[in-house]
């Protein structure tokens, strides 16, 4: 299994409204092509201006062609459109891991 763990930064103050937006235009196309992530959080200590989502693909192929989908899908742009109008995320950071060897899901 591939882990997608993703995690983002908003400008204080606006991780309610980007939270919306993205409830609203971008879960729906996102979880259409990608599926159900295994986790979408908020920060709850530390920088509570941030939160996460995890997605599992079977590998670096299946992961290749969901986002390849999504990427064509025009729903997908009107809503990068509409959240990078709104300029609430300041930053993003992408992991790519594999479970350890012990862990069985």
């Not at 509570?48 to 986002?67: C, K, P």
Request: proline share 6%; with cysteine.
């Amino acid at each position: 299994m591939l882990y997608d763990v993703r995690t983002y930064t908003c400008k204080p103050g606006t991780i309610k409204k980007h939270l919306a937006l993205y409830e609203s235009l971008g879960f729906p196309v996102q979880s259409k092509h990608l599926g159900q992530p295994l986790l979408y959080a908020v920060t709850e200590t530390g920088n509570v201006n941030s939160f996460l989502h995890i997605w599992v693909y079977q590998d670096a192929a299946d992961r290749a062609a969901r986002r390849a989908a999504m990427q064509a899908d025009p729903a997908w742009h009107a809503y990068q459109e509409k959240s990078g109008e709104a300029g609430y995320l300041i930053s993003q950071e992408n992991r790519l891991m594999t479970q350890a060897p012990f862990f069985k899901p």
